[in-house]
Each structure stands twice: as structure tokens, then as C-alpha cells.
């Protein structure tokens, strides 16, 4: 039955059938969008977003292009094996090259400044510090190139602005990124292939049929595929009974600008828990969520005071007390992780497919994972 209020222009345009529909309008969807559209032109490809822009994760992160600080790539080792370590970097490293490649540095603001992790004597494993970077940088040289990717330059510390550290490791291979250009180059290629984007379509619940998904949106309209890809990260489970995914609350502080701000790169303390850098001449803090993990385990977007204050303490105790600036910005993203830190690729039902979970990596993630949901679900089309 038509709906009263759509026209048979509409049914025969905006809510004409279509082959493959993707939930959710960020860097995964978008991305998925695109390898299906390339390896396939004739498909019908639309992509329906529930809010105005992309607001999870893909537009409220931090605007990291990083692959991974030592100590975490040291803890994933000792949890997942070399093996998965090295397989999750490799993945991060050519998502960052493949973004490169599809826009220009300037387009995306991609500023090659480097990236450093720093470290305090109280870590489990400065004693082995120096022969885990040597294991570090001989495992990773096949895949980032350099015999020395992470060198430790701790005399940096002071010109850097920075305080209250024992070590600081160095890896020239990161980058800043801004993430909103980003979504916005990418949503505008992806226009340009001839896929269809429709924000405001709140999906609320799908229909599998023989041959058909119907998927109906919370003001009453409804669209009709043969195949559908989640792409909704965190916010899976509203949809489709979905693999263990975790929410994980991601808050972002801003400062106010500073004049000749000495700190220049992006940073990590703590297993990456915390990380920051500079966005021009504002310092962006973010993290802490590991002083209240169950807290931060939600899928709500409203920010704590607990993390806030968590936040500014962090940098008043670690900016060099000279440097005199106020937090002029706050806000938060949703992240989705995995017990094994492994991103779910694949198929949760007979038509119905899901790209979720990057486990805080999803810049760099999520032109690869793109690349292996397109190639399953063409492969069953």
C-alpha cells in the first residue's frame, strides 16, 4: 500500500527499489558505498543516515591518522599473538595510505606532524622498554618501511610544552586528519558514483522476505532492497541482534587558542587512553574513559562532568604551567569495540550483512574493511 503523503515521482525515484541499501552515513557506510559502486556500477546503491550529518564516531573523533602507540601494540601482542598484532597494523597503516590516495593532503587537512607516545617509569614494561621497541621496529619494518619507526627522543619534552613524563617515543609516520572534511570529500564522491544518500531515514525495523529486506523508518515511510549492509557501529544492536559489540563514549576537550603553542604533533599516554595534539594553535585532549569504564560503556552522547574535569586535570598537570589558555570546547562520539579488538565483518542473516566495530581506529580502518564487506556480499549477490 502507497503511502498517502509520497507522490508516484518519489516511489519512483527516492523509494524506488534499490539492490543494496547501507544503514548508517559515516566513514563505513560511505566507504562500503563506494567499493560495491566500483566493483559492481550497475548495482542501485542507496545510503540512508538518521540524523542531518554522520554523528557517531566518523565526525565527533579526534582527528587522529594513527596506527598504534608502542605500549598498545606491545599489550595486543601479548593478548592476540604477533600474528593478529600485525595483521590489525598493517590494516590501520594502508587505510591511511588508501585515504591519501583518494584525496589530496590539503583537502582533508592531513598534516604530517608526527606522533609520540609518552611514557612514566610506572609502566609494566620500562625495564624491557628498550628491547621491546627493537622487537617493535623489526616486526613492523615490512609494513611501515623504516628500520627505526619508534625511536625514543625523550629531551623533546621541554620544547614541546609538555611536563610530568619519563620517556617519549617518536614515530614520524602519524598524522593529524580533519574528520568532518573527510566525511564530507568522501560523502561527496560517493554522490558523484551515483549513490543515493537519504538523511533523516531513522530505520527503526527490517523485514526479510524471500527475496527482499523492507526496512521502515520512524516517520512511516519505508524502503525495499535485496541486500542490506549495517554500517551503525555502536547502535547496532537497535536493528539487528548483532555480535558482541560494546559501546565506548569517546570525550574530546578543546582549548582556547594559544600564541606560539610549542606543542606540535599527536600524542598518546597509556595505552593510547589518552591523546592529544594540536589543532593549529589549540591543544584537543581526549580519553580518560578508563577512569570510569562502565560509565562511558553507553551509547548517549552527553558528555560527563567526571571525564571533563578528568580531561583539564591531565593537561594542567602535563602543559608546562607558562602556557595560559581555557577549554572553550567539549563533545563526545560513540565508539564500538570488540572483546578480541577485531572489527565483525560479514553476514548476521540471510540478506542482512554488518561493517561495524573498529575498536577506536575507525579513520584508519575503515577504507580496508570497506573493501572486504563489498567483496563478501558480491560474492552471495
Avoid at 92 to 106: L, N, T, V, W
Avoid at 182 to 203: C, H, P, Q, Y
Wanted: hydrophobic share 40%.
Amino acid at each position: 500500500k502507497l503511502m498517502a503523503s509520497q507522490s508516484i515521482w518519489e516511489n519512483e525515484s527516492f523509494y524506488a527499489p534499490q539492490d543494496i541499501i547501507i544503514v548508517g552515513g559515516g566513514l563505513m557506510g560511505l566507504w562500503s558505498a563506494w567499493e560495491l559502486k566500483k566493483s559492481a556500477p550497475s548495482l542501485r546503491i542507496c545510503i540512508v543516515e538518521r540524523n542531518e550529518i554522520p554523528s557517531g564516531a566518523s565526525t565527533r573523533n579526534a582527528g587522529f591518522a594513527c596506527f598504534g602507540s608502542p605500549t598498545e601494540l606491545l599489550h595486543d601482542a601479548a593478548v592476540l599473538g604477533k600474528e593478529e598484532m600485525l595483521k590489525i597494523v598493517s590494516m590501520r597503516f594502508k587505510g591511511i595510505e588508501k585515504i591519501r590516495a583518494h584525496f589530496h593532503d590539503s583537502v582533508i587537512d592531513y598534516d604530517a606532524c608526527g606522533g609520540y607516545e609518552c611514557i612514566n617509569k610506572n609502566y609494566s614494561g620500562w625495564d624491557s622498554l628498550d628491547h621491546d621497541l627493537n622487537w617493535l621496529n623489526e616486526s613492523l619494518k615490512e609494513i611501515e618501511g623504516s628500520p627505526s619507526l619508534y625511536t625514543i627522543v625523550t629531551e623533546k619534552i621541554p620544547s614541546l610544552g609538555l611536563r610530568g613524563f619519563d620517556c617519549l617515543i617518536e614515530n614520524k609516520s602519524e598524522a593529524g586528519i580533519h574528520s568532518g572534511k573527510l566525511v564530507m570529500a568522501l560523502t561527496e564522491k560517493v554522490r558523484s558514483a551515483g549513490i543515493v544518500i537519504m538523511n533523516g531515514f531513522d530505520v527503526t525495523r527490517l523485514e526479510q522476505k524471500a527475496d527482499e529486506v523492507t526496512l521502515y523508518s520512524a516517520n512511516k515511510t519505508k524502503l525495499t532492497c535485496k541486500r542490506v549492509l549495517v554500517c551503525t557501529n555502536a547502535f547496532t544492536s537497535e536493528l539487528i541482534p548483532s555480535p558482541m559489540v560494546q559501546p565506548a563514549r569517546g570525550q574530546v576537550i578543546v582549548s582556547s587558542p594559544i600564541p606560539n603553542l610549542p606543542l606540535k604533533g599527536t600524542f598518546h599516554f597509556d595505552q593510547g587512553y589518552y591523546y592529544w595534539r594540536n589543532l593549529g594553535n589549540r591543544i584537543l585532549l581526549g580519553g580518560a574513559r578508563n577512569s570510569a569504564f562502565e560509565a562511558e560503556n553507553t551509547c548517549s552522547m552527553e558528555g560527563s562532568d567526571f571525564i571533563r574535569e578528568e580531561l583539564e586535570s591531565f593537561l594542567k598537570a602535563h602543559i608546562n604551567p607558562s602556557i595560559a589558555y581555557t577549554i572553550e570546547h567539549h563533545w563526545s562520539g560513540i565508539m564500538g569495540f570488540t572483546h578480541d579488538k577485531k572489527p565483525f565483518v560479514g553476514r548476521v542473516d540471510q540478506q542482512i550483512y554488518a561493517a561495524i566495530a573498529c575498536n577506536g581506529m575507525g579513520v584508519a580502518l575503515t577504507p580496508l574493511i570497506a573493501e572486504q564487506v563489498a567483496f563478501e556480499m558480491l560474492q552471495n549477490f
